[in-house]
């Protein structure tokens, strides 16, 4: 943190959770969708939605008083700005991401006790990929993904690869923006069999099912298929510990034919683990919501691929989130 530390400073930031929690309930209450098309007064609201109206009417307020609805002879709606962003019916909408992350609320209240040994987080169990959260999840995904995979697949440079293996590849963001930027090159996406389901809709949408091989399985239980001269492990190594990320390392090298690059996206962090601040935060985020995942460094990173048998390791962007590390398989 860069701004002064001071009595006021650490007060705003002990309450800043205050406006985000009266978002999130909006979202998980779809108040944004209902109020897109026509205002309502709270008691129609509270009607449609189950809710008590005194709980009701609050959270309206609160919401108009934070600008995301507008309320008007009492009656409210979704703010003229707001609606393309957190309606479920715009095709911008950013709710998924928003839905997200009340998943990752609901696992941050249970920090102290994941510190001090109490509990255990469970990716699977309640976290974001659990049965419950993991529509909201891979679209909070695609949400983030959408507007940054072409800039992603210029930095990785495909150059010659004609041969895609998405690991993990969710509803194939990534596998859509490398095969658009690439009309020789051919792709497998590999996720788990209800995530499949989910990337099948969306390649098909695009027209472009006839390119890619949608395989289902487990990359912590499962072999990897092989016949692959690229392979991407976008946004899944922050949820592994350092040996199940060796484990996958290696699993990717044998689906690599010789010569093939593996290109990992994440977070890379800077020796001391502290920069980026964004990255730190994320490292709790996992803590919060994974067994063994944390953040890495670039010597980590570098250690568990050299491990799997992987060359020629570079840092070829750092970017937050989309820093890039790629190895070569000899």
């Known amino acids: 943190m860069s701004a002064k530390i001071t009595e006021e400073s650490i007060l705003e930031m002990s309450r800043s959770f205050m406006a985000s929690r009266v978002l999130l309930s909006g979202a998980e209450l779809d108040i944004f969708t209902l109020l897109a098309e026509k205002p309502l007064t709270a008691e129609e609201i509270a009607a449609t939605t189950q809710a008590q109206l005194r709980g009701m009417e609050i959270l309206l307020d609160a919401l108009s008083?934070?600008?995301?609805?507008?309320?008007?002879?009492?009656?409210?709606?979704?703010?003229?700005?707001?609606?393309?962003?957190?309606?479920?019916?715009?095709?911008?909408?950013?709710?998924?991401?928003?839905?997200?992350?009340?998943?990752?609320?609901?696992?941050?209240?249970?920090?102290?006790?994941?510190?001090?040994?109490?509990?255990?987080?469970?990716?699977?169990?309640?976290?974001a990929l659990a049965k419950d959260n993991r529509k909201a999840f891979i679209g909070a995904m695609h949400v983030v993904a959408s507007k940054a995979a072409p800039a992603v697949v210029a930095a990785i440079n495909p150059g010659q690869a004609r041969r895609l293996l998405d690991v993990g590849g969710g509803s194939g963001t990534y596998t859509l923006a490398m095969l658009s930027a690439m009309p020789e090159m051919k792709a497998t996406l590999f996720d788990l069999l209800p995530v499949i389901k989910m990337a099948r809709d969306r390649i098909q949408a695009a027209n472009m099912l006839d390119r890619v091989e949608l395989v289902a399985g487990d990359f912590y239980k499962d072999e990897l298929p092989p016949g692959h001269d690229l392979a991407l492990l976008?946004?899944?190594?922050?949820?592994?510990?350092?040996?199940?990320?060796?484990?996958?390392?290696?699993?990717?090298?044998?689906?690599?034919?010789?010569?093939?690059?593996?290109?990992?996206?994440?977070?890379?962090?800077?020796?001391?683990?502290?920069?980026?601040?964004?990255?730190?935060?994320?490292?709790?985020?996992?803590?919060?919501?994974?067994?063994?995942?944390?953040?890495?460094?670039?010597?980590?990173?570098?250690?568990?691929?050299?491990?799997?048998g992987f060359t020629r390791i570079n840092l070829i962007q750092t970017q937050g989130m989309f820093s890039l590390v790629e190895g070569f398989k000899p």
């Open 65 to 127: 008083a934070l600008g995301y609805l507008v309320k008007k002879d009492g009656r409210y709606r979704t703010a003229p700005a707001a609606a393309p962003l957190l309606s479920a019916s715009a095709p911008d909408s950013i709710l998924p991401m928003v839905l997200h992350m009340e998943t990752v609320w609901q696992n941050w209240s249970e920090i102290t006790d994941i510190v001090l040994g109490k509990t255990t987080p469970g990716l699977t169990a309640k976290g």
């Open 234 to 308: 976008s946004a899944i190594i922050h949820q592994n510990s350092f040996k199940q990320n060796e484990a996958l390392y290696g699993k990717i090298y044998r689906a690599l034919e010789s010569g093939g690059r593996i290109v990992v996206r994440d977070h890379v962090m800077s020796a001391d683990r502290i920069h980026p601040v964004e990255g730190a935060l994320f490292a709790v985020n996992m803590l919060a919501g994974t067994e063994g995942g944390r953040t890495y460094t670039f010597d980590e990173i570098k250690d568990g691929l050299t491990a799997a």
